[in-house]
């Protein structure tokens, strides 16, 4: 029986989490988790796997502790998969650490985005760059990450894992959509386009074309006091509603599988975990070509991606998904039968030997 540790500190990935680990797992492997375990992203799962660690309630306290469990306990496992390095942004103590944990422990790095969301910075970029060249196994789930991490470590160990979808097991039976509510949920942040979507919706308007789009989740005031802005001099306050709320793993899936697409105008990004959690539901998307968009959803019949700043494009893109919302719903159903969190269990346990 082989032991599998999954690192996630501060429990920034969660759900992620809770999928790989229950890949991983099986007869032959038992896979815990050490880091924060969040209820509100994860009561929606009957069982989850366990969650160790240090659990004082204070974020930086408990990061730092668990980094100190994960020193004195690494010798019960067989291996460890540790994923988002927070104090990266901050200093590079954690490089030093995976560099001595790896000599001692097989240890597989899991790499979400290249570099954090929102961060120009050439330091924090510089201290990224150096754990992707000292860390001896990485793991990626794009082309476009594992070409990148090339051209920095040229000679580095990369295994190509699966990233599955979320909430398959809640999608609704049936298609009851509003076949005009459009939606992008999750933080509301610049990289984002939010500005595209709601001039979007100025357009359809003008082509008597009336969608309504929810735009839900946190963000910080002084830009959702901009985006409000806009909505009000287009006059578009009837149709485009922006809810500054944190959104719960419930809630998401209830807004998702009541809408008939999913907006993802993204400037800049490496993979999006709402995009595999509207394909999960079963719900179709509407996107820029950024990050792993065409690569993933590039079948037009489940997917509609559009060149990024092509608003009169994106526009013709959400007409057709109104027209054959359905249709693109069904097409998801039929193409994603395969469960690709499972087959991590077969990719991992060779790579590991």
């Keep these: ?21 229950n890949g991983l797992k099986g007869k032959d492997c ?19 796997n366990q969650y160790l660690g240090v659990k004082t309630g204070i974020k930086l306290l408990d990061y730092v502790l668990n980094w100190f469990w994960l020193l004195l306990n690494y010798k019960k496992y067989d291996a460890i998969i540790i994923q988002w390095l927070q104090l990266l942004k901050y200093i590079d103590i954690e490089i030093q650490l995976i560099s001595y944990l790896q ?37 990626v789930q794009t082309n476009e990450i ?42 509301i ?15 359809l308007k003008e082509q008597n074309i009336i969608v309504s789009l929810e735009v839900i989740g ?11 802005q806009m909505i009000e001099e287009f006059r578009i306050t009837d149709e485009v509603k922006i809810q500054a709320i944190e959104v719960p793993t419930q809630f998401l899936i209830n807004k998702i599988n009541k809408s008939a697409m999913l907006w993802l105008p993204y400037k800049e990004i490496s993979q999006s975990g709402v ?22 959803f590039s079948n037009k019949s489940i997917a509609e991606i ?28 039929e193409l994603y039968t395969d469960d690709l969190w499972d087959e991590n269990k077969v990719i991992i346990k060779e790579f590991l030997g």
């Design 1 to 21: 029986m082989k032991r599998i540790l999954v690192v996630d500190f501060n429990g920034t990935s969660s759900v992620y989490t809770h999928y790989l680990s």
């Design 30 to 48: 038992e896979v815990e988790i050490l880091g924060k375990r969040k209820k509100m992203f994860l009561d929606v799962f009957s069982k989850t």
């Design 103 to 139: 000599k001692r422990i097989p240890l597989i790095y899991i790499v979400h985005n290249l570099y954090p969301h929102n961060s120009n910075s050439i330091i924090i970029k510089g201290r990224y760059n150096s754990l992707y060249k000292t860390c001896k196994n990485v793991a």
């Design 146 to 187: 594992k070409n990148s991490i090339k051209k920095i470590a040229p000679n580095k160990n990369l295994l190509r894992i699966n990233h599955g979808l979320f909430f398959r097991e809640f999608r609704e039976r049936q298609l009851n959509s509003n076949f005009s509510k459009c939606l992008m949920i999750g933080y």
């Design 189 to 203: 942040s610049k990289y984002k386009g939010v500005e595209d979507a709601i001039e979007v919706v100025k357009m």
């Design 218 to 228: 946190l963000g910080k005031p002084e830009y959702i006091s901009q985006l409000n």
């Design 275 to 296: 995009a595999y959690t509207a394909m999960g539901l079963g719900t179709p998307i509407v996107a820029y070509d950024v990050g792993n968009f065409k690569e993933v």
């Design 306 to 333: 559009v060149d990024k700043g092509d608003l009169t494009g994106f526009c013709f893109a959400v007409r057709k998904v109104l027209e054959n919302t359905n249709n693109y719903k069904k097409s998801i159903r």
